[in-house]
């Protein structure tokens, strides 16, 4: 089992900043991508941006160049710096991991933070 523990949400005016973390925890396993994805109240789940450990990093076309995904592998931590926020940036945010463990790979989900742009 892994888990994912999200923290950095808040309140933040528009144009302001925050920075999401997530980290991963567990035993035996190895993590393939980190992301995160977002959900505002009455829409669907979308993808926001997401980093496989070799490969490009992907991000939504709505964040391109506000937001920023790093990871630190050493503390199996992702992180989003979020920058320029707007109002329709509002939403509970997810992190995401996809795992191997053994042979097999896993989704998981962290319990989301939520993230409220408003003056």
């Known amino acids: 089992q892994v888990q994912l523990v999200e923290s950095g949400g808040g309140l933040v005016q528009p144009g302001g900043s925050l920075r999401l973390a997530c980290a991963a925890s567990?035993?035996?396993?190895?993590?393939?991508?980190m992301g995160w994805y977002r959900q505002a109240p009455g829409k669907q789940r979308e993808l926001v941006a997401r980093?496989?450990?070799?490969?490009?990093?992907n991000y939504a076309d709505s964040v391109k160049g506000r937001f920023t995904i790093s990871r630190d592998n050493d503390k199996n931590t992702v992180y989003l710096q979020m920058n320029s926020l707007k109002p329709e940036d509002t939403a509970r945010y997810y992190c995401?991991?996809?795992?191997?463990?053994?042979?097999?790979?896993?989704?998981?989900w962290g319990q989301g933070t939520q993230v409220t742009v408003s003056s």
């Open positions: 995401y991991a996809n795992v191997l463990i053994g042979t097999q790979s896993y989704n998981y």
């Open positions: 567990g035993s035996d396993f190895s993590i393939n991508i």
């Open positions: 980093e496989p450990s070799s490969g490009s990093t």
